[in-house]
């Protein structure tokens, strides 16, 4: 497995502004992920954080919205860009270590719109 | 039809109970299968990975059913503890890495 970690853990943010997660894991890893869990919801794939290239996002999410940084392999960021309370919801971030095909989680940065 | 799909519950047993969940996926290409955990405010945690004959992990039994689509997972000796949604996770397609997370089943095992 990984230890992960997100910074910041939670945060309330007004309205048309923009908040950068960050997540770190403690070891080098290939793949790494980013979710969001709406209230009440599962998981949903925002985007695969690719190492030294753009992000690839899944339909219904864009680079506009959620630009991704991953400038090594232990360190990925997510930008939620001009936030509206729709966007109120977990973030987390996840990986898939070596070769396991199955992904470890970090403990997820609760976000609020107001 | 979403892809993973599960009961949402809540299951009520009591202690000691023997509780079993079901979840259906879409996908015949998938080849890869788990159970997560997630407990109120936390981050998913994997359980277990299901495999094709079956697999045991103490009181978890997993079960996968590739003819019909179909995963299970029982739980015997229902601890206070094992309250928590269960979430049934199967890869988008054998490429591997991406994962379909079902809506989970919220276990509630009360004394």
New interface residues.
């Given amino acids: 497995?990984a230890v992960i970690s997100q910074k910041p853990s939670r945060d309330i943010c007004q309205r048309g502004t923009s908040l950068t997660i960050q997540c770190q894991v403690d070891s080098q890893v290939t793949?790494m992920f980013w979710y969001r869990q709406q209230p009440g919801?599962?998981?949903?794939?925002i985007a695969?954080a690719n190492q030294g290239s753009e992000a690839t996002y899944e339909s219904g999410f864009v680079i506009d919205k959620f630009p991704i940084s991953r400038p090594n392999l232990t360190f990925s960021t997510l930008t939620v860009s001009n936030m509206s309370p729709e966007d109120s919801s977990i973030y987390?971030c996840s990986v898939?270590p070596g070769l396991e095909?199955?992904?470890?989680?970090?403990?997820?940065t609760r976000l609020l719109v107001l | 039809r979403k892809e993973v799909e599960q009961d949402p519950g809540p299951f009520n047993v009591p202690e000691g109970a023997t509780v079993a969940f079901n979840c259906t996926y879409s996908n015949s290409a998938s080849q890869?299968f788990?159970w997560y955990r997630q407990d109120c405010r936390?981050?998913?945690?994997?359980l277990m990975?299901v495999y094709s004959s079956g697999n045991e992990d103490g009181r978890f039994t997993a079960q996968l059913n590739r003819a019909s689509q179909y995963i299970s997972l029982l739980i015997r000796d229902s601890k206070l503890s094992d309250s928590a949604t269960y979430?049934c996770v199967v890869?988008k397609d054998n490429a591997?890495?991406?994962?379909?997370?079902?809506?989970?089943t919220r276990l509630m095992v009360k004394p």
């Fill in positions: 497995s793949m919801q599962s998981l949903t794939l695969t987390l898939e095909e199955t992904q470890y989680f970090g403990p997820g | 890869s788990f936390k981050e998913p945690k994997l990975s979430l890869n591997g890495n991406m994962l379909t997370f079902g809506g989970g």
